[in-house]
């Protein structure tokens, strides 16, 4: 599984990543054969945004989510 992350607004940090790669790996538990994980987070307005697109060879999923706490968004 490839995993790609983008971040706008926001500042990057390994404790970021490494929350992000563990969410990935629970999904990846899910999902068979060959997929592309993008993960992109952005500050707007106050708030906390995060949006995943997993795409595989017959399937696409998209989901995102937005609080005033990032970590909690990416729960």
């Not at 992350?5 to 390994?14: D, G, M, V, W, Y």
């Not at 993960?39 to 696409?60: L, M, Q, R, T």
């Not at 999923?61 to 990416?74: P, Q, R, S, V, W």
Request: with cysteine; net charge positive.
């Amino acid at each position: 599984m490839k995993v790609t992350i983008s971040f706008r607004n926001i500042q990057h940090t390994q404790v970021l990543d490494q929350k992000i790669k563990e969410k990935s790996e629970k999904l990846s538990k899910f999902i068979d054969g060959k997929t592309f994980m993008k993960w992109a987070c952005n500050f707007e307005d106050g708030h906390y945004y995060a949006e995943v697109s997993i795409i595989g060879p017959k399937f696409e999923y998209h989901a995102h989510g937005g609080t005033e706490n990032l970590y909690k968004t990416l729960d």
